[in-house]
Protein backbone atom coordinates (compact mmCIF):
# COMPACT_ATOMS: atom_id res chain seq x y z
CA UNK A 1 0.00 0.00 0.00
CA UNK A 2 2.99 2.34 -0.94
CA UNK A 3 0.79 5.27 -2.65
CA UNK A 4 3.25 7.94 -3.98
CA UNK A 5 6.68 7.36 -3.50
CA UNK A 6 9.62 9.89 -4.02
CA UNK A 7 12.83 9.88 -4.12
CA UNK A 8 15.24 10.70 -2.32
CA UNK A 9 13.84 12.02 0.93
CA UNK A 10 16.93 14.29 1.64
CA UNK A 11 19.11 15.79 -0.53
CA UNK A 12 22.03 18.56 -0.67
CA UNK A 13 23.44 19.96 -3.66
CA UNK A 14 26.21 22.84 -4.70
CA UNK A 15 24.67 25.89 -6.63
CA UNK A 16 25.36 24.83 -10.31
CA UNK A 17 24.72 20.97 -9.88
CA UNK A 18 22.06 19.38 -11.23
CA UNK A 19 20.03 16.67 -10.02
CA UNK A 20 16.51 14.54 -10.66
CA UNK A 21 13.86 14.13 -8.36
CA UNK A 22 12.17 10.63 -8.58
CA UNK A 23 8.36 9.97 -8.39
CA UNK A 24 6.18 6.91 -9.04
CA UNK A 25 2.66 5.93 -8.13
CA UNK A 26 1.20 2.36 -7.75
CA UNK A 27 -2.96 3.64 -8.05
CA UNK A 28 -3.09 3.72 -11.46
CA UNK A 29 -3.62 6.90 -11.99
CA UNK A 30 -3.88 8.94 -14.87
CA UNK A 31 -2.46 12.70 -13.75
CA UNK A 32 0.48 13.44 -11.97
CA UNK A 33 2.21 16.38 -9.97
CA UNK A 34 5.30 17.95 -8.52
CA UNK A 35 5.13 21.20 -5.85
CA UNK A 36 7.29 23.20 -3.83
CA UNK A 37 6.76 24.38 -0.32
CA UNK A 38 8.63 27.14 1.01
CA UNK A 39 8.56 27.69 4.52
CA UNK A 40 5.72 29.07 6.32
CA UNK A 41 3.81 28.78 2.22
CA UNK A 42 1.52 26.56 0.79
CA UNK A 43 2.03 24.72 -1.96
CA UNK A 44 2.91 26.00 -5.48
CA UNK A 45 2.49 23.86 -8.54
CA UNK A 46 5.32 23.35 -10.55
CA UNK A 47 4.54 20.95 -13.32
CA UNK A 48 1.73 18.49 -13.77
CA UNK A 49 0.87 15.62 -16.36
CA UNK A 50 -2.93 15.59 -16.72
CA UNK A 51 -1.49 12.13 -18.34
CA UNK A 52 0.58 9.74 -20.07
CA UNK A 53 2.35 11.56 -22.85
CA UNK A 54 1.52 15.23 -21.74
CA UNK A 55 2.85 17.39 -19.76
CA UNK A 56 2.23 21.23 -18.55
CA UNK A 57 3.78 24.13 -17.09
CA UNK A 58 2.14 25.18 -13.37
CA UNK A 59 2.83 28.35 -11.03
CA UNK A 60 6.63 28.39 -11.13
CA UNK A 61 8.11 26.50 -13.77
CA UNK A 62 10.99 28.01 -14.60
CA UNK A 63 14.76 26.61 -13.40
CA UNK A 64 12.55 22.72 -13.37
CA UNK A 65 11.95 20.11 -16.59
CA UNK A 66 9.39 17.41 -16.32
CA UNK A 67 9.62 13.89 -17.92
CA UNK A 68 6.44 11.49 -17.72
CA UNK A 69 8.30 8.93 -18.15
CA UNK A 70 5.41 6.09 -18.65
CA UNK A 71 2.41 6.19 -16.55
CA UNK A 72 3.55 5.30 -13.15
CA UNK A 73 6.58 7.38 -12.82
CA UNK A 74 6.98 11.63 -13.16
CA UNK A 75 10.42 12.88 -12.78
CA UNK A 76 11.53 16.57 -11.91
CA UNK A 77 14.69 17.45 -12.93
CA UNK A 78 17.21 20.84 -12.18
CA UNK A 79 19.60 21.42 -14.87
CA UNK A 80 21.79 24.28 -12.11
CA UNK A 81 20.78 24.43 -8.94
CA UNK A 82 20.54 27.73 -7.28
CA UNK A 83 19.97 28.49 -3.74
CA UNK A 84 16.12 29.96 -4.36
CA UNK A 85 15.54 26.15 -5.33
CA UNK A 86 15.99 24.88 -1.40
CA UNK A 87 12.47 23.84 -0.77
CA UNK A 88 10.33 20.36 0.25
CA UNK A 89 9.24 18.93 -3.28
CA UNK A 90 6.42 16.94 -3.53
CA UNK A 91 4.70 14.79 -6.18
CA UNK A 92 0.99 13.75 -6.20
CA UNK A 93 -1.23 12.09 -8.15
CA UNK A 94 -4.94 11.73 -9.12
CA UNK A 95 -7.32 10.34 -11.54
CA UNK A 96 -7.89 11.86 -14.51
CA UNK A 97 -10.64 14.81 -13.98
CA UNK A 98 -10.68 14.41 -9.91
CA UNK A 99 -9.79 16.87 -7.91
CA UNK A 100 -8.71 14.98 -5.06
CA UNK A 101 -5.11 14.44 -4.99
CA UNK A 102 -2.70 11.95 -3.24
CA UNK A 103 0.83 13.00 -1.94
CA UNK A 104 4.09 11.60 -1.68
CA UNK A 105 5.96 11.94 1.80
CA UNK A 106 8.65 14.65 0.27
CA UNK A 107 12.38 15.39 -0.84
CA UNK A 108 13.79 17.97 1.27
CA UNK A 109 16.54 19.81 -0.72
CA UNK A 110 19.04 22.24 -0.02
CA UNK A 111 21.04 24.43 -1.87
CA UNK A 112 24.46 25.68 -0.90
CA UNK B 1 -10.09 28.87 -9.10
CA UNK B 2 -11.78 30.57 -6.15
CA UNK B 3 -9.88 31.97 -3.97
CA UNK B 4 -10.46 31.32 -0.13
CA UNK B 5 -9.79 32.91 3.13
CA UNK B 6 -9.00 30.90 6.26
CA UNK B 7 -7.72 31.91 9.77
CA UNK B 8 -3.89 31.94 10.08
CA UNK B 9 -4.22 30.18 13.62
CA UNK B 10 -5.96 28.91 15.71
CA UNK B 11 -5.47 26.78 19.20
CA UNK B 12 -7.71 24.61 21.22
CA UNK B 13 -7.06 21.96 24.06
CA UNK B 14 -7.85 18.05 23.83
CA UNK B 15 -11.17 16.80 23.37
CA UNK B 16 -12.46 20.23 22.32
CA UNK B 17 -14.58 20.80 19.52
CA UNK B 18 -12.58 22.63 16.54
CA UNK B 19 -14.25 24.84 13.85
CA UNK B 20 -12.10 25.98 10.88
CA UNK B 21 -14.19 28.77 8.33
CA UNK B 22 -12.94 29.23 5.30
CA UNK B 23 -14.77 31.83 3.15
CA UNK B 24 -14.86 31.47 -0.80
CA UNK B 25 -17.54 34.56 -1.90
CA UNK B 26 -17.06 33.74 -5.33
CA UNK B 27 -17.32 30.32 -5.67
CA UNK B 28 -18.70 28.87 -8.82
CA UNK B 29 -21.88 26.91 -9.29
CA UNK B 30 -19.98 23.50 -10.16
CA UNK B 31 -17.09 24.38 -7.62
CA UNK B 32 -16.89 21.84 -4.62
CA UNK B 33 -14.99 22.52 -1.53
CA UNK B 34 -12.23 20.39 -0.41
CA UNK B 35 -10.17 20.33 2.68
CA UNK B 36 -6.33 19.06 2.99
CA UNK B 37 -4.40 17.67 6.09
CA UNK B 38 -0.81 18.88 6.37
CA UNK B 39 1.12 17.66 9.48
CA UNK B 40 4.96 18.23 9.86
CA UNK B 41 7.36 16.69 7.52
CA UNK B 42 4.38 15.15 4.99
CA UNK B 43 2.46 15.74 2.32
CA UNK B 44 -1.09 16.86 2.40
CA UNK B 45 -3.51 14.34 2.79
CA UNK B 46 -7.14 14.52 1.94
CA UNK B 47 -9.75 14.96 4.62
CA UNK B 48 -13.16 15.63 3.45
CA UNK B 49 -15.13 16.93 0.15
CA UNK B 50 -18.95 18.71 -0.17
CA UNK B 51 -20.89 20.69 -2.48
CA UNK B 52 -23.71 21.74 -0.50
CA UNK B 53 -25.07 21.01 3.19
CA UNK B 54 -23.54 18.09 5.71
CA UNK B 55 -20.67 15.64 4.53
CA UNK B 56 -19.44 13.37 7.46
CA UNK B 57 -16.81 10.65 7.24
CA UNK B 58 -15.02 9.24 9.84
CA UNK B 59 -12.41 12.13 10.32
CA UNK B 60 -14.73 14.97 10.52
CA UNK B 61 -17.77 17.05 8.95
CA UNK B 62 -18.25 19.69 6.61
CA UNK B 63 -20.95 21.86 6.94
CA UNK B 64 -21.64 24.27 3.86
CA UNK B 65 -24.85 26.55 3.88
CA UNK B 66 -27.20 27.23 1.52
CA UNK B 67 -25.35 29.93 -0.26
CA UNK B 68 -22.29 28.39 -0.33
CA UNK B 69 -19.99 31.57 0.33
CA UNK B 70 -18.38 29.81 3.35
CA UNK B 71 -17.46 26.50 4.56
CA UNK B 72 -17.06 25.01 8.37
CA UNK B 73 -14.51 22.12 8.97
CA UNK B 74 -15.42 20.21 12.58
CA UNK B 75 -13.27 18.38 14.11
CA UNK B 76 -14.55 16.43 17.06
CA UNK B 77 -12.84 15.88 19.86
CA UNK B 78 -9.22 16.56 18.79
CA UNK B 79 -6.18 14.90 20.31
CA UNK B 80 -2.78 16.06 20.10
CA UNK B 81 -2.68 13.96 17.20
CA UNK B 82 -4.79 17.12 15.40
CA UNK B 83 -2.18 19.25 15.25
CA UNK B 84 -1.68 20.28 11.92
CA UNK B 85 -2.36 22.82 8.99
CA UNK B 86 -5.61 22.39 7.69
CA UNK B 87 -6.12 23.77 3.90
CA UNK B 88 -9.78 24.71 2.35
CA UNK B 89 -9.48 24.58 -1.37
CA UNK B 90 -12.25 25.20 -4.08
CA UNK B 91 -12.71 24.43 -7.54
CA UNK B 92 -14.81 22.10 -10.05
CA UNK B 93 -14.62 18.28 -9.78
CA UNK B 94 -13.08 18.29 -13.44
CA UNK B 95 -10.30 20.90 -12.72
CA UNK B 96 -6.30 19.42 -12.47
CA UNK B 97 -4.20 21.38 -10.79
CA UNK B 98 -4.67 22.49 -6.91
CA UNK B 99 -3.93 25.97 -5.30
CA UNK B 100 -2.80 25.81 -1.68
CA UNK B 101 -2.90 28.94 0.64
CA UNK B 102 -1.00 29.30 3.90
CA UNK B 103 -3.31 27.37 5.49
CA UNK B 104 -4.72 27.60 9.39
CA UNK B 105 -2.27 26.27 11.57
CA UNK B 106 -4.35 24.28 14.53
CA UNK B 107 -2.28 24.23 17.49
CA UNK B 108 -3.58 20.99 20.10
CA UNK B 109 -2.78 21.55 23.59
CA UNK B 110 -2.77 18.72 26.66
Known amino acids: NAGVTQTPKFQVLKTGQSMTLQCAQD?????MYWYRQDPGMGLRLIYY???????DKGEVPNGYNVSRLNKREFSLRLESAAPSQTSVYFC???????????FGAGTRLSVL | LAKTTQPISMDSYEGQEVNITCSHN???????ITWYQQFPSQGPRFIIQ???TKVTNEVASLFIPADRKSSTLSLPRVSLSDTAVYYC???????????FGKGTMLLVSP
Open chain 2, 26 to 32: NIATNDY
Open chain 1, 49 to 55: SASEGTT
Open chain 1, 27 to 31: MNHNS
Open chain 2, 50 to 52: GYK
Open chain 2, 89 to 99: LVGDEGYSTLT
Open chain 1, 92 to 102: ASSEAGENIQY
